[in-house]
């Protein structure tokens, strides 16, 4: 069963700096990795994905990497600004015949101005 | 349509009463899934259908729980008796194909009191 952890749990940073998320998972037999944002009593908005295939991903400033083999992906963002306080999510794709997305619990994100 | 659509947004609903969430994924997806969030959690698992037909419901708790999308777009979360311990967020994605970046809904907050 496909397991994704998120660490850290909750991260406060001041504005202007640059800061890494992480997420694991224990199957590395994956299709894609998503990584989402949610706002407080909101849906997730979609980041970034990362095929299988692919080593990063890059979308204004954020950068996503995967490192399939050691189940492994990171997400960096840079000069963080306040409106960038959300909680984010890693989601695997899994391989064979599951097609279903695997959630972490979250990084819980606030930058203080 | 723009988006993933679900109504309602919230239901409060009585323990033992019967609901129906509604999801209206982006036009042209055919992959449609349903998740459900608790509060600091990470979105869970309930039914994937492609198509019409569910490929993959192994994410339903019980027999009080059960979707349709018998057209191939709209799709319909039926929960019967509902509980206390049912009480949560309910998402629904649509992803063009099965495997492909998905896009999420705002949920449908389901308490049941």
């Known amino acids: 069963k496909q397991e994704v952890t998120q660490i850290p749990a909750a991260l406060s940073v001041p504005e202007g700096e640059n800061l890494v998320l992480n997420c694991s998972f224990t199957d590395s037999a994956i299709y894609n990795l998503q990584w989402f944002r949610q706002d407080p009593g909101k849906g997730l908005t979609s980041l970034l994905l990362i095929q299988s295939s692919q080593r990063e991903q890059t979308s204004g400033r954020l950068n996503a990497s995967l490192d399939k083999s050691s189940g492994r992906s990171t997400l960096y963002i840079a000069a963080s600004q306040p409106g960038d306080s959300a909680t984010y999510l890693c989601a695997v794709w899994g391989g064979g015949s599951n097609y279903k997305l695997t959630f972490g619990k979250g990084t819980l994100l606030t930058v203080n101005p | 349509g723009a988006g993933v659509s679900q109504t309602p947004s919230n239901k409060v609903t009585e323990k033992g009463k019967y609901v129906e969430l509604r999801c209206d994924p982006i036009?042209?997806?055919?992959?449609l899934y349903w998740y459900r969030q608790s509060l600091g959690q990470g979105p869970e698992f309930l039914i994937y259908?492609?198509?019409?037909?569910?490929?993959?419901d192994s994410g339903l708790p019980n027999d009080r729980f059960f979707a349709v999308r018998p057209e191939g777009s709209v799709s319909t979360l039926k929960i019967q008796r509902t509980e206390r311990g049912d009480s949560a967020v309910y998402l629904c994605a649509s992803s063009s194909d099965r495997g492909t970046e998905a896009f999420f809904g705002q949920g449908t907050r389901l308490t049941v009191v």
């Open positions: 036009s042209g997806h055919t992959a």
């Open positions: 259908f492609q198509g019409t037909g569910a490929a993959d």
